[in-house]
């Protein structure tokens, strides 16, 4: 999936623990396999070759993604939008560091358009409607694999266990005489440094921010992270970390609620059950919600 995973195991024994942590690597290479944009045999990169041309069916596992996808980008009033590829090509921040024109990315915008995403459950095919059109579920689809692979883990017999793809990361059970996993909260301008602190257990914890790919020029920076309804780069905060029982939820949404911004985000976050957040704005303001104030240590 493009990006570095990382195992950790608790069992009673190391035969079980490295049977857990196998099972774990074994099904994130599955579901690659499904989903990712990176492989071009991939069920994902089969619909988005027959945009504009034909439905394509789909296994239940990549069906029922793509459905939540939109579903959160519904919540997130399209904060997080998994047809926005072309826009962040455009952009191309991590290589040609482009900064497009106005006209560039208007023309742009019949193909990122997630509400034109068609599904239809009764035969399980996604169909995207104009040629250059794409689905990407980079913005969600780590915190999906890593939920799978947490069921894995458990059915190899691991009673805890942590597994972070990137910024997304997912726990089970907790560390020997601990609370669970204690995962910290990265400054967003301070490399190296840590904000807080928390254990996190049978929880998934997910950060979307403005450092993780950029360049800067004439003293501004741009990022990976774009405003679906701009097509330019989200402004309103730095960094949000989401916390939910769901790693697909907690990485949908800490993307759509980057988007969003600190007040719409944050009045989203305490209406979801058993979600809660941290988010910095683009003034380095920090703010938490209710839920998560008295777990949050000093590093």
Partial sequence: MGTLVTVTAVAHDKSASERAVQAAFDEIKRLEQLLSTWRADSELSRVNAEAGRQPVQVSSETFALVTRSLEIAQLTHGGLNIALGPAVDAWSVTE?????????????????????IQVNTEDRTIYLPYKGMRIDIGGIGKGYAADRAVEEMKRAGATGGIVALSGDIKTFGALPERRGFPVGIRHPRQEGTLIAVIDVRDEAISTAGDYERFFERDGVRYHHILDPHTLQPARACQSVTVLA??????????TGIFVLGPEQGMALVERLPHVEAIIIDNGGKMTVSSGLRDRLRLP
Wanted: neutral net charge.
């Fill in 96 to 116: 040609g560091q482009h900064i497009p024109d106005k006209k560039e990315l208007q023309r742009l915008r019949p193909l990122v358009d997630w509400t034109r």
């Fill in 245 to 254: 029982k769901e790693g697909t939820l907690a990485d949908g949404l800490d």
